[in-house]
């Protein structure tokens, strides 16, 4: 497939424009057409993963180039990669609650004042 854009051909390869589901079951077509009316075109991920795009807000242009690495094959994670991320998110969570359990409560007495006489007279009868 082609994608002409202002006289320039952009190719894509199948391996590029067609997505397949994470168990690879799915054969998914990753481009959408819009009405021919528009006078606009829109580079969804399907063409940005594989053509880099430049911004000139000032002279109000778009400027595109072949990525220097495209996505020619869908990146698959080791069952030890998945593992690490889990396990990096459960931390940071922990992290996070730990953290704002210790924002409210610092100041605060861990014990009342009340409470600490109450306990510091029954040690003493204890003794």
């Not at 168990?23 to 606009?40: D, E, M």
Request: aromatic content about 14%; some cysteine; overall charge negative.
């Amino acid at each position: 497939m082609t994608i002409v854009l202002d006289g320039t051909d952009y190719p894509l390869s199948p391996k590029q424009y067609l997505l397949s589901d994470v168990a690879g079951y799915a054969c998914v077509f990753g481009v959408a057409s819009i009405p021919v009316n528009l006078n606009y075109t829109i580079l969804g991920a399907t063409f940005l993963r594989n053509y880099y795009a430049s911004l000139n807000y000032v002279s109000s242009t778009v400027s595109l180039a072949v990525s220097k690495h495209p996505n020619t094959e869908e990146a698959k994670l080791t069952f030890w990669e998945i593992t690490g991320i889990v396990l990096g998110a459960i931390v940071f969570i922990g992290i996070v609650i730990y953290g704002v359990f210790w924002f409210k409560n610092r100041g605060k007495p861990t014990v009342e004042e009340d409470e600490f006489e109450d306990i510091k007279k029954r040690i003493e009868a204890e003794s």
